[in-house]
């Protein structure tokens, strides 16, 4: 066992500076462009998440245009329709037969109505 021991040193004394010294330099290597990569990974998605609030930004924009669109043409359609009522109404259809045509609403004793019989 001793000799076991005695070479199982010595192969370590000498295997130790050889698997030191190399990967020192990979580990360096392998840092460096571990690093450069995962810059690139996280500029990408900071890229991505920039590129994803401008898009909501926009959308957003456009549903405040429309949403003004819509309420303006809430008011116009009012409008248009007490503009309708307003024409439609008796009142006013009964002065302007008067004042273009001549014509009058007819008194009680001219109404005359008919009874049918089946």
Not at 107 to 114: C, G, K, R
């Amino acid at each position: 066992m001793a000799a076991w021991a005695a070479a199982a040193r010595a192969e370590e004394s000498v295997a130790v500076p050889r698997s030191r010294s190399r990967p020192r330099v990979v580990k360096r290597e392998r840092r460096v462009t571990g690093g450069v990569f995962w810059i690139g990974i996280v500029a990408t998605l900071l890229a991505g998440v920039v590129a994803t609030n401008v898009a909501v930004l926009r959308l957003n924009m456009k549903l405040d245009r429309l949403g003004r669109e819509r309420s303006d043409l809430r008011a116009q359609n009012a409008e248009l329709s007490s503009r309708l009522s307003s024409a439609a109404s008796a009142p006013r259809i009964q002065k302007l037969a008067a004042k273009r045509l001549g014509l009058v609403q007819a008194t009680s004793d001219q109404t005359h109505y008919f009874t049918l019989h089946p």
